[in-house]
């Protein structure tokens, strides 16, 4: 079974921010990197993926951060993000979810920064009636 | 709206190995911690807890790991406990956990090692049509 795509959710981090950073929370690198994305991904081709803002996904001494999740897929959670310079590999990176039923993308396919800024994965949710 | 206590998830990595230690998987760490926990969920008045091996929660690197979630609930990803003096405070941060509806835990009401083995958090996940 694949979940509709629509049904992909990209959670970042909005509180990020390096230390000596601004503390200005629009100027914070999560804030930027969601307005980045949030762009990115209402562009036509783009995945179809729902973008959330959240306060904190308790990734603090890994910015930027993100999570990625959908009914019946794993969730992935990625730290080390670069508000700039990590859009195109963020993009890249939910395209091949996307393409997946499960959310298991194979090692070698995924982005650099995938593999070296994963903080952890979660399976799907099943309920006792699933399970 | 109080999910089912039924439907909260503890997921134990069963792989999860201290450096030097086992090689033989029932041995490591991870899968002594998921018997210990299954054993202390099963007695009578625990908190109505499920339990699930995971063969890898990507959090090699702070041994062990644990995932608690559920319907409507934030996900929480806990490292750095042992299978040994872990338990109990395992199972007083579940017991906390599933006495809210929606996994948040005020941070002073946690267990110390809750508090300091965070390893991330994620919101519940909203269906398109909830959201």
Redesign the interface.
């Known amino acids: 079974m694949t979940a509709a795509p629509?049904?992909i959710?990209l959670?970042v981090c909005v509180t990020c921010r390096q230390a000596g950073g601004p503390d200005d929370k629009a100027l914070r690198p999560g804030a930027v990197l969601h307005r980045a994305l949030s762009d990115a991904l209402a562009q036509p081709g783009a995945p179809a993926v729902?973008v959330?803002a959240?306060e904190?996904?308790?990734?603090c001494k890994r910015p930027c951060?993100i999570?990625v999740?959908?009914?019946g897929r794993w969730?992935?959670?990625y730290g080390d993000l670069d508000a700039e310079i990590s859009i195109d590999t963020i993009i890249e990176g939910l395209r091949l979810y996307a393409a997946t039923s499960d959310g298991l993308v194979p090692w070698r396919a995924r982005p650099e920064a995938f593999r070296k800024g994963?903080?952890?994965?979660?399976?799907p949710?099943?309920?006792?009636s699933a399970?």
Chains 1, 2 share one sequence.
């Open positions: 629509e049904e959710c959670h729902r959330e959240v904190c996904l308790s990734v951060t999570a999740s959908g009914p969730t992935y959670i994963v903080v952890a994965r979660i399976p949710f099943k309920t006792s399970a």
